[in-house]
């Protein structure tokens, strides 16, 4: 996905040296940061073998509960986001309950919550405008704010600088072991690579309008569910869980609390999302709960390597496939192609991912 992406660039920038400036790279950032964050929550019942159809619904409620009690109750910013990533989780979580007491399939729970919320959402928004207006608010601001340079390379050192230690700590571990570990591969080389796009990024950026905050914040929240989800039991059980829930319980996991855990990160992270989109558009309105966003999630999900048979993925998968489809989109724009040309790429890549997705899991199956 990686090269693919890198042919996409370098075919639109051929096409229109525009689609790497600065600015259009600083929009482009922009217009997949929300279908970013979605797909990084799906990645947690994707990868246990589920599915949640909820995640547009479900951060379209989270985010009128927030505008409400911000707007139209006074209550402080905190407050009102806090409640909506608390409403979201614990959607998430009734769902999951529902998924694995009850073991009814998810793609009908989630679905069934996604046609109640969107009812719902209806009811919270005003009957006489149905929308609420985050401008001049906090939660609409953010989604306009660019970060200092001076923040940013703080941002991007206090990742690298954890990297390396998260790297030393690995390679000192597999040394004690007798496991092979090398120094520059295993340490140095990705501490450089790491450093080197962290600066271009705050290069490009910074030749615009600098790095805007819920880019920020998404970078932030990827590196820390890398982490949690490659270097600790939780994230290895979910992978156990995804490859093989039976062979998984029987190793003594406790599956049914993994799966609840999954489903409630992922509407957790539907809230994040509701809320970085009404910051975005200023608002929240019946459009919050449109479907495109779940499909766009489930797409970039799966186009960025995360298997819709569980197992098998990466959280940086959600950051890469929403580059992709965000980048097609983004340059399709640029040169003037037509909505049919567009909807015909877009739908041909998603077409390959899953096809691709289904003979790795083949033959993964046959090993």
């Keep these: 996905m990686l ?3 890198a042919v996409i660039w370098g075919y639109f920038y051929c096409e229109n040296p525009l689609f790497l400036s600065p600015r259009n790279l600083s929009n482009l950032s922009m217009q997949i940061v929300v279908t970013g964050t979605v797909a990084l929550g799906m990645f947690f019942v994707l990868v246990i073998g589920e599915i949640d159809l909820s995640v547009a619904a479900v951060g379209a409620v989270s985010a009128a509960i927030s505008a ?7 209550a402080e910013t905190t407050t009102a986001v ?11 979580f009734l769902q999951g309950l529902a998924v694995t007491v009850f073991r009814a399939p998810s793609f009908i729970v989630t ?22 207006s985050l401008v001049g608010q906090p939660l609409g601001n953010i989604g306009n704010t660019y970060l200092p340079a001076r923040i940013s390379v703080m941002i991007v050192a206090i990742l690298v600088v954890t990297l390396f230690l998260l790297r030393i700590q690995d390679h000192l571990g597999r040394r004690n072991e007798g ?16 450093s080197l796009l962290g600066v271009g990024v705050i290069v490009v950026f910074d030749a615009y309008r600098g790095v805007p905050m819920l880019v920020a914040i998404l970078l932030v929240l990827l590196s820390f569910f890398a982490y949690i989800t490659a270097q600790t039991r939780f994230g290895l059980y979910l992978f156990a869980i995804g490859a093989n829930a039976e062979a998984a319980r029987r190793a003594g996991i406790y599956v049914s609390t993994l799966r609840i855990a999954g489903f409630t990160l992922t509407g957790l992270f539907a809230a994040i999302g509701g809320m970085m989109a009404a910051g975005r558009v200023l608002a929240v309105s019946p459009d919050s709960a449109d479907s495109t966003l779940l499909l766009e999630a489930i797409a970039a999900a799966v186009i960025g390597g995360i298997s819709l048979f569980g197992g098998r993925g990466s959280v940086w998968s959600a950051l890469i496939g929403a580059l992709v489809i965000g980048s097609v989109s983004n340059g399709m724009l640029l040169i003037n192609a037509s909505t049919s040309t567009r909807l015909e790429v877009q739908g041909a890549i998603l077409t390959l991912a899953v096809v691709l997705d289904a003979l790795l899991s083949r033959r993964a199956l046959r090993r």
């Excluded at 409400?68 to 006074?74: I, P, W």
């Design 111 to 132: 679905l069934g919550t996604s046609l109640a919320l969107q009812g719902a959402l209806l009811q919270l928004l005003p009957q006489t405008s149905s929308l609420i």
């Design 179 to 194: 496991a092979g570990s090398g120094l520059l591969t295993g340490v140095i080389t990705p501490v450089a690579i790491a």
């Design 82 to 92: 806090v409640a909506g990533l608390a409403l979201g989780a614990c959607i998430g």
């Design 68 to 74: 409400n009690l911000a707007v139209n109750m006074g």
């Design 3 to 5: 090269v693919a992406l």
